[in-house]
């Protein structure tokens, strides 16, 4: 984990400028919230897409998520890097509205069922591209959050505990058991992997 | 309190505690392929921003009551929902004091409390259920009539100020005594998820499939009559139907 003492000097920058954004924020300064969102709204948007699929859905949980984070900025502790505090409000949010959705799902026809299945690049296998994506939205909604995270978005280990609130032995143990899971769930296309 | 990420229950499966082999190969290939799944598009930054601008300006605006023109009870649905929660709120308490009537110390506080609040405490939960239901029928004629006028991003930005406070009070009861009955209870449990999507369209132009998504169930879940049948005529803030 970095440390100020490890910190090169332009990572120390931009982190002091954003506590000095943050710090601006929770005074209610406008301008800040607007500098806030257009630092991390990329990756917000990104995370939600990937975990959801859906460009619409992605779009509204981005905008709760921030709408949630300034409206409750006051009460950030900087305990955290900001970032790190919105991706957690951003997985909550998306995660509680998948569950929502499953449950309304459950009761009407199944409109959505198509919401949490990923989606594959064109250029590939078609039946291939397919069964992979079919087989992470079999996940278990936790397991498949840490499989995105990591795997498609590129966080760490330690960005992704700190989002979801677990260790990062339990998101490390968690990415195992869903790549494992993948692994048999796609058995048939073992000379992909084995090539 | 710290800034630890909230209301988040993970589910990792029910075989959590199986220890599964891995394979470096395999692992190496599904990272590749991951980044493929699910490539997001560029981000629509401008659009999002002004949403979360305009939600912004309701909540500010929600909070200094300057919220007019949905409907004629502006005043009192913003009074109805805090007294709700203070009855419910109440009820609780009541309930957990005689729950500790086995100890000398707690019983004079109970008979304290309890002499204060109505002598039938279901009174006090049945009332909440009504004037809560009252609300959500004024709210869902206030969005069909929306729906019938041609609505605006600002009309449903308030709606969605509204329902959330319906929907706080729907959940209060169904974490009530009130909740324990069946039928109450289903009613409840539909009207949540109806208030919820009705949030959701707030502060965004209303497409024409949330609209209908929200509709069906309304419809499929018979909402409105269900909740006209639990609220006894005449009673303060039903709005009419049209």
Known sequence: METETTLTLERATVLADQRALVERAQCGDASAHRALYEAHVDRIYRLT???????????????????????????????SAFGTWLHSIAVSVTLNEL????????????????????????????????????????????????????????????????????????????????????????????EEWNR | MTDKPHDLTLDFGDDDDVVLPSDPTFDAWI????????????????????????AQKTLADASAERVSGVHPLKRIRWFVPAAIAAALLLGIGIDRYTLRLGRPDDRAAAHTLVAAAPSDPSKLYRLAAVQTLSQAEALLTAYRAGGRAGESVAATQQLGVWGREVLSSTRLLMDSPAGDDPQLRTLLHDLELVLAQIIRLSGSPVDTTDRQLIDRAMRDHDLLPRIQTAVPAGVAGTASDD
Do not use: Y
């Open chain 1, 49 to 79: 897409f990937r975990i959801t699929g859906r460009e619409e859905l992605a779009r509204e949980l981005t905008q709760d998520t921030f709408v949630r984070a300034f409206a409750g900025i006051a009460a950030f502790r900087k305990e």
């Open chain 1, 99 to 190: 569950k929502r959705r499953k449950r309304q799902s459950a009761r009407e026809a199944p409109l959505e069922d198509a919401l949490t299945i990923a989606r594959a690049a064109p250029d590939s296998d078609p039946v291939l591209r397919e069964r992979v994506a079919e087989a992470v939205a079999a996940l278990p909604a936790g397991c498949r959050a840490v499989f995105m995270m990591h795997d498609a978005e590129g966080l760490t280990h330690e960005e992704i505990a700190a989002a979801l609130g677990v260790t990062t032995g339990t998101s490390k143990a968690q990415l195992s058991r869903g790549r494992a899971k993948l692994r048999v769930a796609l058995a048939e296309f073992a």
């Open chain 2, 31 to 54: 990272a590749r392929e991951a980044t493929s799944l699910n490539a997001p598009p560029t981000a629509p930054r401008l659009e999002m921003w002004k949403a979360i601008e305009a």
